[in-house]
């Protein structure tokens, strides 16, 4: 008997095919809005494998009617969207799309780091809008990048990444993990700091560490308050690392000079969110692994993890 799987969002042709020749496939035919929680318990019920997107929550609830559910693939590295406990007491196993997207995430996390040292955003507006009279000497001046200190906090395939495209700007790299890696710091030219030397040191912190309850609001009023004036924080891992409402006040009152964000706490995030009133904040829809070639990639694999653990086999990226 032909397995069944549901995909939770249109996907590409491509995708949809190479399921399509394994199993009986249904999916949301819609792109850009997520499944209803309705929809997704109906569907469920009768589904054998689940490929699904990081705004997906797959909780108790849901998999409390997945009966016959044998396997769930993540179309993300992170997944915190599932809970992962629930569905390995039900012998569920559960994927994610690692390593596939490390390049073209550290690609976007530095060009964040450069648009808001640079203003480059606010500048584009200035222009824009016709307020460009004439050249001045100061005017929309920003932060030099090569040769600053950038601060990393997690210290993964990405973050590696990261340092790699810092070194080539001359900068000084330091990191803060939950597990010093004295090996990387002699292969990378790097030096470990603890939390609060590197918010201390640092001209840029990046975040690129994943969601976890440990880690929620980790950067909130009292480490904002340890940063640069000058120092401009980069977030492209999940938005619930940071208190937006500190940063919000910590941007507003000068304590530190701009940000650079790809994730937030409610995505998609209310037009009315204070950070966006804010000319010193460069914003963008968690766009990080967003290239034609990383997402089909990360698609692919999911879709190849789905193949394997319902032909019985390992599957390529487990999460446990």
Known sequence: ???????????????????????????????????PKEVLLQEIANADGLLCLLTDRIDQEVLKNANQLKAICNVAVGYNNIDVDAAAAKGIVVTNTPRVLTETTADLTFALLMAAARRVVEASDVLRNGEWGTWSL???????VYGATLGIIGLGRIGEALVKRAKGFDMNVLYYNRTRKPEKEQELDIQYAELKELLQQSDYVSLLLPYSPGVHHMIGNEELSMMKSTAILVNTSRGGIVDEEALYHALRDGKILAAGLDVFEQEPMPLNHPLLSLPNVVALPHIGSASVKTRMQMAHLAADNLVKVLYGEEPITPVW
């Open 1 to 35: 008997m032909t397995s069944t799987v549901y995909i939770t969002r249109k996907l590409p042709g491509e995708i949809v095919d190479k399921l399509t020749n394994f199993f009986n496939v249904r999916m949301w035919e819609e792109e850009h809005v997520p499944v």
């Open 138 to 144: 100061m005017q929309l001046t920003g932060q030099d």
